[in-house]
């Protein structure tokens, strides 16, 4: 293998280095508002959630009469 320098740094473009800058945080930024967005989803759906039957709402005791006997 021949030895050449190599340099890692991101010297170069300063145009290029700053577009390239822009569009890694607009992707993790994309990300975070991804996340939020399903977390606002599960909350939603977890929230919704039917906790008791319709049957146990209802008292054992209760008797109803019709609207029109008041």
């Known amino acids: 293998m021949s030895d050449v320098i190599r340099n890692f740094s991101m010297g170069g473009n300063l145009r290029k280095r700053r577009r ?11 990300r975070g508002v ?3 967005v399903l977390l606002a989803a599960v909350a939603a759906l977890w929230l919704s959630r039917d906790n ?14 019709p609207a029109w006997s008041m």
């Open 34 to 36: 991804l996340f939020l």
């Open 52 to 65: 008791y039957a319709m049957g146990s709402l209802i008292p054992k005791t209760a008797r109803s009469r």
């Open 20 to 30: 390239d800058l822009r569009r890694r945080a607009a992707g993790r930024i994309g």
